[in-house]
């Protein structure tokens, strides 16, 4: 046993050493500089060729004041709602130290300074690694500021240091931002306002940042605002920093700050590719938007620059052309969103995200859910036909010329044979857009001419869960479905406009998937940055079941309610989608080179419920076969101007042939071939003059495997309602390939809404 004066003597050499230890690191650090914190610097991004696109950073917004020029609203604001101890404690929280250090020895999260002290010890604290060392010499440092700085001036450096977000760094900065005006000219409820910002921006600004995380939207965040606003103010009149008077004056009426505003060089198409690059940084890294926002990032993008360009000419000549919202109040608020994908790679070449945020447009229209993509889905259903099969054909893939019937007013039923109810029990029956008597139509035809009632019930034969996962393999991010109801197969999913881009690229690269991405390097300080290598290739499917899509969808350009990209002048593929009350219309189509989505919609700015596009452009209805598909034809022109037709791969036969949805048939011999006097496609609206349905020279051909059909047929082609849609999206998750931004409410009520389903 060791004597007590060993004990005494290793104790005292203990506490000793600690003293000195903390003698020596108190006496290392030295209290931060508000000035030298504000040298903020630019993030630089370059296009895909290597040349700069834009410049853009926070230190133009950063503008140090004096305590004497902060409204004491201000300075009572931020001590009532962050430390109210501030003016009597050490400046070190003891307890919540030691629980940051215990989390980061325990591979956790850290957490932030309790104190305002340590607070602006954090904002000025420039290198963010975060680890036990930083910790420690975070808190000498707050020792040293508690010690050798007053209250005010520790008061003063924090509100000059924190973010406030849209940019701005400290309370001037924020006053100019939020409501015009010089810090010391704030009312005691915009000081509210401002201090509930320092909580989270991302979750505080009332304007949104739905782009960041699809749950800070503009009215949760809004709300959010409201709610801690009036927490604020209550505290301080409960601490006696407002009076009676002041507290009912204060709490009034929400002092609503000002919207965003552009910033140099954000302008046109370049704010939402910036958009688009930083939350995939920020996704992709642990990188801490506020540090990210401090500069001194190089970030190398996969966009095009002649290709950007080509997207957004082709909107605006379009609209140009179509939209005259001075002419119609119906073509008020026409908005669009598109995105190209490289297949076999993923890389994001192309988006078009709005008007630009010079125009008051902060969304990103490209990467935003809410918009229901219509019948563009069915693609999925038939895929998952093709690759699982039915519950009637024990697995086996089911042949596109399978039929099924292609009525109006259709009884869907489950797969025991009972009829589909809705929310009240009554049978449920599935629309077309015109009761047109179709009959039994194959899988082709009905792709062709998008009549919904033979994928509706195809999806339930097959099963919704396999139509999802079909989707989910592709690409399709799953919170952006809904609900797995009838209606599922015909479009009331919400994908964004790069994912749909990036499914279908699935199919043009005969079933391989590569996630989406739009950010190859990101460099700090000449060192290039980890987590930014190319995403992996996956098989999403069987190659043959991917090239009977395509062969299917080539049919729907070359015969079908396509047409219109006839005019492209190539090869290619692809599927129109419209939404029941006409609320959103869509094309996706590909090459082997390049996969593109035109989204179309209309938005109250107000409240952003989409609203009916019916009467918009002069005529009856929008369809995705209609506008979206002649700016998807006018840029894919430019943009495959000089590239090779490479046509597609050649499908094989596949999957049994079902008739009438009924027991397999045998199958035809692939010899058979089209007559050259096939009738007629008719038109989806009945007609005395038009021939019968079955069959035609789109059904027939398809024998021939490797070969679309020629088009004989000189119908018009139907349009497609692509089903109800389906609510407001599910939110996606902050921390997606390209983020599926905010959602958008479309709300009809799905498909037991009501009698057109």
């Known amino acids: 046993m060791p004597s007590w004066k060993l004990v005494t003597g290793m104790f005292i050499g203990f506490v000793g050493s600690l003293v000195a230890l903390v003698g020596v690191g108190y006496a290392m650090v030295s209290v931060p500089d508000e000035n030298a914190a504000a040298k903020s610097q630019n993030n630089v991004y370059y296009w895909a060729d290597g040349t700069q696109m834009v410049a ?3 230190g133009v917004n950063r503008q140090n004041v004096n305590i004497a020029q902060i409204p004491e609203a201000m300075q009572w604001a931020v001590i009532s709602a962050e430390n109210k101890s501030f003016y009597q404690d050490s400046g070190v929280d003891p307890q919540g130290l030691l629980r940051a250090v215990v989390n980061m020895a325990r591979g956790g999260q850290t957490q932030g300074g309790s104190t305002i ?10 290198s963010q690694q975060q680890t036990i060392t930083r910790k420690f010499k975070e808190m000498f440092i707050s020792i040293k500021v508690g010690t050798k700085l007053s209250k005010q001036q520790i008061l003063q450096g924090y509100l000059n240091t924190s973010y406030f977000g849209r940019g701005a760094y400290g309370i001037q900065a924020a006053a100019q931002t939020y409501y015009g005006k010089d810090a010391k000219d704030l009312t005691p409820g915009e000081c509210a306002v401002l201090a509930a910002l320092l909580k989270g921006p991302t979750y505080f600004d009332p304007a949104g940042n739905a782009d960041l995380d699809p749950s800070a939207t503009q009215q949760a965040n809004t709300q959010r605002s409201k709610d801690r606003w009036g927490w604020i103010l209550e505290q301080m ?3 006696h920093h407002l009076t009676d008077a002041q507290f009912q004056q204060a709490t009034k009426q929400y002092p609503v700050p000002d919207g965003r505003k552009a910033t140099k060089g954000m302008t046109g198409q370049i704010s939402y590719l910036v958009d688009t690059a930083k939350k995939y940084v920020l996704a992709h890294s642990d990188i801490t938007e506020t540090q990210f926002d401090q500069g001194g990032y190089q970030i190398q993008t996969t966009f095009e620059k002649d290709k950007v360009n080509a997207l957004a000419a082709a909107v605006k000549k379009v609209q ?7 002419k119609r109040d119906l073509d008020k608020y026409v908005q669009f969103g598109a995105a190209s994908v490289k297949p076999k790679d993923g890389a994001i070449v192309a988006l078009y995200g709005g008007d630009g945020y010079e125009n008051g447009h902060f969304t990103n229209n490209a990467d935003t859910s809410g918009v229901p993509v219509g019948s563009t889905w069915k693609p999925f259903v038939l895929a998952a036909a093709m690759e699982y099969g039915t519950y009637r054909t024990g697995g086996e893939g089911l042949s596109p010329l399978s039929k099924y019937n292609g009525n109006d007013h259709l009884k869907v039923l489950n797969n025991d044979g009972s009829p589909v109810l809705t929310k009240d029990n009554s049978v449920f029956y599935q629309r077309n857009e015109s009761d047109y008597k179709w009959g039994y139509i194959s899988l082709r035809k009905a792709m062709e001419q998008s009549v919904n009632t033979p994928f509706v019930q195809l999806g339930m034969d097959v099963g919704l869960t396999h139509v999802r996962d079909v989707a989910q393999a592709s690409g399709i991010l799953r919170d952006s479905f809904s609900t797995l109801n009838p209606s599922f197969s015909i479009g009331t999913s919400t994908p964004s406009a790069i994912r749909m881009a990036d499914a279908y690229s699935t199919f043009a690269a005969s079933g391989q998937h590569v996630d989406p991405y739009s950010v190859t390097a990101v460099k700090k300080d000449g060192q290039e940055l980890q ?17 009977n899509v395509t062969d299917v969808l080539q049919n729907v350009i070359q015969n079908g309610t396509g047409e219109n990209a006839k005019a492209l002048g190539r090869t290619a593929a692809g599927k129109t989608g419209t939404t029941d009350s006409n609320k959103s219309a869509w094309f996706v189509g590909y090459t082997q080179q390049l996969s593109t989505s035109v989204a179309m919609f209309r938005e109250n700015p107000k409240d952003h419920e989409l609203l009916s596009m019916n009467g918009t452009a002069g005529v009856e209805s929008i369809h995705g ?3 979206p598909t002649s700016v998807w034809t006018e840029y894919m022109k430019t943009a495959l101007k000089n590239a090779n037709d490479n046509g597609f791969p050649n499908a094989t036969e596949i999957g049994k042939v079902q008739d009438e949805a009924g027991a397999p048939t045998p199958t035809p011999s692939p010899s058979i071939t089209p007559s050259p006097s096939a009738t007629q496609s008719p038109s989806p609206t009945p007609s005395a003059t038009n021939t019968s349905p079955s069959p035609s020279a789109s059904d027939t051909c398809q024998w021939n495997w490797g070969n679309p059909c020629d088009g004989n047929s000189n119908g018009t082609g139907g349009t497609d309602t692509g089903g109800t849609t389906g609510g407001t999206s599910p939110s996606p998750t902050p921390t997606d390939t390209t983020g599926n931004g905010n959602t958008r409410g479309n709300g009809n009520g799905g498909i037991f809404a009501g009698p057109n389903g």
Not at 120 to 125: G, I, L, S
């Open 117 to 126: 002290t340590q607070q602006y010890v954090k904002n000025t604290y420039l």
């Open 625 to 627: 076969g209609d506008i």
């Open 320 to 326: 140009k052309e179509r939209i005259d919202p001075k």
């Open 56 to 58: 853009t950073g926070t």
């Open 531 to 547: 987590g930014f290598t190319k995403p992996k290739v996956s098989t999403a499917m069987p190659e043959n079941v991917a090239n």
């Open 237 to 239: 009149h409960n601490d």
